[in-house]
C-alpha cells in the first residue's frame, strides 16, 4: 500500500534513492549525490506539505502551472475514466475524442483565426514543434533562407536544442553547445534596468529602433520570426513598456515575419484571461505557444495554436506535396487531454479567469507596499504573477552577486515560514495557483515581508550592510 509520499518505501529510503539515482533540473553538478531538494508529498488547494509534514503555500503554482490548485477530483477522475475508456492511440494513424475536442476548444479561445492545434508533451516541445513549423513553412515556400529566429535577452523558451538556443539566459547556457547559428538576440524589454536617464518613452523608441535596425542589418529576407513572451517569465517579470508588442508586430507583418507568442506562462488564466496576447497585449500573432496551464500540471500537455491564414499558405493545393513530419509518439495523448478538458471546465464553471481579475490589483498593491522595505529595488507584475528584486547596491547597474545572496536567504527564511518562493537571481518570483484567497494573499505577503526584514536584520548584524 502506498504511504503517503506516494510509494511503497518510506521518506528516508527515497530521500536515498533521489541522491544515488536521481538527475534533477539544473543540477548542481559538484554537489551530485550530496544534497537532496526538499521532498513533497500531498497538495491541496494553494498548499503543498513535505515529507516533514510541514505545510506551505506555493508561491510559484509549482512551475507557474496549478491554476486551479492539488487535489482536485474533477481532474483526478477524468484523468481515471479516460485511462480506462483508452489510455493511448497512436496519433499517426488515428486520433481520439479528446483530443478532436480540445483542439476546437482551444481554437474558441485563441484570438483572431488562430484555429488549429499541434499538441506536444510541454512547453519545449510545443516552441520547438512551432519553430520547426517556421523551418517548414518557409522551405515549402521556396524561401529556404529565412530562417533567422528573432529573440531577446532574458527570455526563456525551453530546453531542447532549438529553444535553449533560443533563451536568452546567460546563465543556463555554460558548457551546452547551442544552435546560434538561426538566432539573433534583441535587448530585454526590462524597463527596471533601462539606461540611466532614459525615460520609459524614450526605451519603447530605443527597443523599437533596435528591432528595425536589426531587421535592416540581417535582412528580411533572411529572418523567419519574432518569438516572445508576452512578458519574459524566468527573466524575472519583465513587463514591455506599453505598446511595445503591438508596434513589433507592425514591423513583423510589413515584412512577413512570423510573431510566436510564447504564452507557455501566460497562457490559461495567469493574467485574468484564457491568453494573454490579445487580451493584455492587444496583439493577434501567428502562433501562440502554450502548456503548463493547459492541465493545471496535473499531467503534462503543450501545444501551439496556427493562424489559418498562414496554415493556408502552406496547406492544400499551396502543399506542394509537402508533410509536416513533426510529432510525437504523445501528441494529442488521450489522457492528457481528458485533463485539459476537466481542467477548462473547471476554470469555465468555478469562474477562475474573473477571480483573477478581481483580486489582482489587491495582489499587485500588497506587492508593491514591500517596494518600501530598504532591500527591495523593485517590484512588478500582471494580473498574478510577480516580482521582487533584492538590491544592495542601486547605484550598481546589474544585480551583483551579493544581491542573489540576498534573495536565497530570503526565500529559506520564507520556506522556514511555510511559503514556497521562486529564486531566480536576485528576484524573489510569485505566481500562486489562481485559487488563491485575499486571506491566503495576506498570509503569502505577510511571510515574504517577515522574511525580508529577518534577511534585513542579519545583514546588519553581521555589518555587511547597512
Ligand atoms: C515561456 C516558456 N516557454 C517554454 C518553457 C518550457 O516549458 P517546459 O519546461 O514545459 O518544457 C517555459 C518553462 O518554464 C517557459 O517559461
Redesign the pocket.
Same mark, same amino acid.
Given at each position: 500500500m502506498p504511504n503517503d509520499v506516494g510509494s511503497q518505501w518510506n521518506a528516508a529510503e527515497l530521500v536515498e534513492a533521489a541522491r544515488e539515482h536521481l538527475i534533477s533540473p539544473a543540477e548542481e553538478m559538484a554537489k551530485l549525490g550530496t544534497v537532496t531538494r526538499p521532498m513533497l508529498t500531498t497538495g491541496d488547494g494553494v498548499y503543498v506539505t513535505n515529507a516533514q509534514g510541514r505545510r506551505l503555500l506555493d508561491g510559484p503554482a509549482g512551475?507557474?502551472c496549478t491554476q486551479i490548485g492539488y487535489n482536485r477530483r474533477e481532474i483526478a477522475d477524468a484523468i481515471s475514466a479516460q485511462a480506462l475508456r483508452l489510455s493511448y492511440n497512436s496519433p499517426w494513424y488515428s486520433v481520439n475524442g479528446p483530443s478532436a475536442e480540445l483542439a476546437a476548444r482551444i481554437a474558441s479561445l485563441t484570438p483572431g483565426d488562430l484555429d488549429h492545434v499541434f499538441f506536444t508533451t #510541454? #512547453? /519545449?516541445? !510545443?516552441?520547438d514543434s512551432a519553430l520547426r513549423f517556421v523551418q517548414f513553412y518557409n522551405n515549402v515556400l521556396g524561401r529556404p533562407d529565412k530562417k533567422t529566429i528573432l529573440c531577446r535577452i532574458d527570455g526563456?523558451? #525551453? /530546453?531542447t536544442h532549438l529553444?535553449a538556443a533560443c533563451s536568452g539566459r546567460a546563465g543556463n547556457r555554460p558548457n551546452f553547445d547551442l544552435a546560434l547559428d538561426t538566432v539573433s538576440f534583441l535587448s530585454a524589454p526590462n524597463v527596471y534596468r533601462r539606461p540611466k536617464g532614459m525615460t520609459e518613452a524614450d526605451f519603447l523608441e530605443f527597443l523599437i529602433g533596435e528591432f528595425e535596425d536589426r531587421v535592416a542589418a540581417i535582412g528580411p529576407d533572411r529572418i523567419g520570426a519574432f518569438l516572445a513572451?508576452p512578458l519574459l !517569465? /524566468?527573466g524575472g517579470i519583465l513587463i514591455p513598456p506599453e505598446g511595445y508588442h503591438r508596434r513589433i508586430l507592425d514591423i513583423c507583418r510589413r515584412h512577413d515575419i512570423l510573431y510566436i507568442s510564447?504564452e507557455?506562462?501566460t497562457g490559461f488564466g495567469r493574467c485574468g484571461h484564457w491568453f494573454a496576447s490579445e487580451a493584455v497585449f492587444g496583439i493577434t500573432p501567428d502562433i501562440i505557444?502554450f !502548456?503548463?496551464g493547459v492541465t493545471s500540471g496535473y499531467v503534462p500537455l #503543450?501545444g501551439f495554436a496556427l493562424s489559418d491564414a498562414v496554415l493556408a499558405r502552406v496547406s492544400g493545393e499551396n502543399a506542394k506535396g509537402s508533410f509536416y513530419t513533426n510529432g510525437y509518439t504523445y501528441s494529442g495523448h488521450p489522457v492528457s487531454c481528458a485533463a485539459a478538458l476537466a481542467n477548462i471546465e473547471v476554470i469555465e464553471r468555478d469562474g477562475i479567469l474573473a477571480h483573477v481579475r478581481d483580486i489582482a490589483p489587491y495582489f499587485q498593491e500588497q506587492i508593491r507596499s514591500l517596494k518600501q522595505l530598504p532591500l527591495v529595488g523593485d517590484t512588478r507584475g500582471t494580473g498574478l504573477v510577480a516580482c521582487v528584486e533584492c538590491v544592495t547596491d542601486p547605484a550598481a547597474p546589474e544585480a551583483t552577486d551579493f544581491d542573489k545572496e540576498v534573495s536565497r536567504r530570503i526565500d529559506h527564511h520564507c520556506y522556514e515560514l511555510g511559503l514556497i518562493v521562486r529564486p531566480i537571481g536576485n528576484m524573489c518570483v510569485l505566481s500562486p495557483p489562481l485559487v488563491i484567497t485575499k486571506a491566503e494573499i495576506d498570509s503569502l505577503i505577510a511571510i515574504l515581508r517577515r522574511s525580508i526584514v529577518l534577511t534585513q536584520d542579519e545583514l546588519r548584524a553581521e555589518g555587511r550592510w547597512s
Open positions: 512551475m507557474w #510541454g #512547453g /519545449s516541445s !510545443a516552441v526563456y523558451h #525551453g /530546453s529553444t513572451e !517569465a /524566468s510564447d507557455v506562462v505557444t !502548456a503548463k #503543450g
